[in-house]
């Protein structure tokens, strides 16, 4: 993966000083590296049985409909409030300095569905929690939760215990 690590751009003090961003469009124009993280994140997941792709707003709709695609299964999005049209099934999660919330169609995932979800990184884990809560709200299974990247040093697996929690790219500091 260190192909694909040497296609990321790190921007030291964005969004603020002290952060190191990880910027991965610079990942997604080179369409060999696009295709090689697509191929790889769908490889893990071949011989599973997949209905549903979940994609976090907003990076994860980039890459859980390829995933979605490739498997042969649906694509659900996840999606901050007051964006999706119909009822929808919500949860409140902490944030390092407040809280967030991500809504869901009650109707995208019937129960008994197995379940990827799907987004570019996992840091401390919290959206990632929430999402899989959101899922198992709705009756789903979830059977994977894929990451382009991983912020190791952050630990964000520790909330997702009993999961497959798999990552591409690591950064250990």
């Keep these: 993966m260190e192909d694909l690590k040497k296609l990321i751009r790190e921007i030291p003090d964005y969004p603020k000083p002290g952060i190191l961003f990880y910027d991965l469009t610079t990942l997604l124009k080179d369409r060999h590296g696009f295709q090689e993280l697509v191929d790889q994140l769908c490889d893990h997941y071949a011989n599973r049985q997949v209905d549903v792709v979940v994609g976090v707003e907003a ?8 995933l979605a695609y490739r498997l042969g299964a649906g694509f659900v999005p996840v ?8 009822k929808t099934a919500q949860v409140c999660y902490q944030l390092e300095y407040g809280t967030d919330t991500l809504e869901i169609h009650r109707d995208a995932i019937e ?3 197995t379940v990827i979800i799907s987004d570019d990184l996992l840091a401390t884990g ?13 009756g789903g299974i979830v059977v994977g939760v894929a990451f382009a990247v991983e912020l190791t040093f ?16 690591q950064y250990d500091v």
């Design 59 to 66: 990076r994860g709709f980039i890459f859980a409909p390829a």
């Design 111 to 113: 129960p008994g569905q």
């Design 154 to 169: 952050l630990q964000g697996r520790a909330k997702l215990p009993g999961l497959d929690v798999f990552s591409l790219i």
């Design 126 to 138: 919290g959206t990632a929690a929430a999402t899989v809560n959101l899922v198992q709200q709705l």
């Design 79 to 86: 999606r901050k409030p007051k964006k999706l049209p119909a």
